[in-house]
């Protein structure tokens, strides 16, 4: 019996255990081991294992003598010895920050609604918020680079607002205004899905004893509904802030040179520059920033329930 069970949990775990090593740690060991490594003459990464001319073997090139000649800590003093790296990741988080910030200010009172709903519309509602996935994302993206453009309807509609009250014309096009814009259409339907999950779960009765207590709407908001809620606002919280943070394809299309995030510079590095192992350096060092973060969202989660109990 024990065995069956042993067996049965291997065959239920075993699958996407399998999947995160092959896909994700794997990866995540080449990248760090990359980071050590100088760039090849013509990019990529300098060459551990060369044919030996004379008998057409390969053989390893790195041994404890020279080893100093293949490994190096050089890409990542060159991190820290610029701040316009840092400089980036700052600028990064703040449009990760507000993506997220504005995707739960608007993501939460809708979230309610749905859940509030009656049930024969809920599953309509639902679709509607995850309608835009059906279409490819650079679809998406291409349709709001019409939208933002100069000849846009958007952009004509605020420039002929603007110009009643004597302001000029404005470009909405590759500014900052237009990468949060972008993102957070984007990123929306990850913040309202774990919203809604948990608004669905919440028992009303709890307002309804808060009401009957003297409580105002918004005490009984902010008393009862979001404490509750939390759980929600950390996993939508968490599904936007994540991605926005590394999102290249927006600010490269939508926000042009002042727009660029980390994510752009890293795909430059491995994809333009051919600069492996420093783009190693600055995808560990953005990976580190966000399990940092998520460390720190844990332990902030964990200080708001003793603190309420």
């Known amino acids: 019996m024990a065995k069956s069970n042993r067996l049965s949990k291997w065959l239920i775990s075993g699958p996407p255990l399998l999947y995160l090593i092959i896909f994700f740690a794997i ?4 990248m760090a081991f990359a980071a ?3 760039p ?6 300098l060459p551990l294992i060369a044919p030996n001319p004379e008998t057409g073997a390969s053989e390893l090139l790195v041994n404890r003598e020279n080893w100093r000649d293949y490994l190096t800590f050089e890409n990542f003093g060159r991190f820290f010895d610029d701040s316009i790296y840092l400089e980036l990741f700052i600028k990064s988080f703040w ?3 507000i993506t997220t910030l504005v995707c739960l200010v608007m993501a939460y009172p809708l979230a309610w609604l749905i859940a509030r709903s009656p049930k024969k519309y809920r599953d309509l509602m639902i679709l509607l918020v995850i309608l835009p996935f059906w279409s490819n994302f650079l679809i998406r993206v291409y349709a709001w680079m019409i939208i933002l453009g100069p000849q846009g309807y958007f952009t004509m509609a605020i420039n002929q607002v603007l ?3 004597g302001i000029g014309p404005i470009q909405l096009m590759f500014s900052h205004f237009a990468v949060i814009i972008v993102l957070v259409y984007v990123h929306l339907p990850f913040m309202v899905l774990p919203l809604y999950a948990n608004l669905e779960k919440h028992d ?3 307002l309804d004893a808060a009401q009957d207590l003297g409580a105002s709407g918004w005490q009984r908001f902010w008393k009862v509904t979001w404490p509750l809620s939390l759980p929600g606002v950390w996993a939508g919280a968490a599904l936007v802030f994540i991605p926005a943070l590394g999102m290249f394809a927006v600010p490269d299309l939508i926000g042009g ?3 660029i995030m980390i994510g752009n510079l890293i795909k430059q590095q491995f994809l333009d520059s051919r600069d492996w192992p420093f783009g190693s350096v600055l995808s560990i060092m ?3 920033a966000v399990l940092g973060l998520a460390g720190l969202a844990a332990l902030i989660g964990r200080g708001g329930k003793r603190n309420a109990l």
């Open 27 to 30: 990866p995540s060991l080449i």
């Open 36 to 38: 050590f490594r100088f």
């Open 40 to 45: 090849g003459d013509y990019g990529g990464l």
């Open 95 to 97: 449009y990760a920050g």
């Open 163 to 165: 110009g009643l009250i």
């Open 204 to 206: 009303m009765a709890l």
């Open 257 to 259: 040179t002042d727009g």
């Open 286 to 288: 953005l990976t580190l």
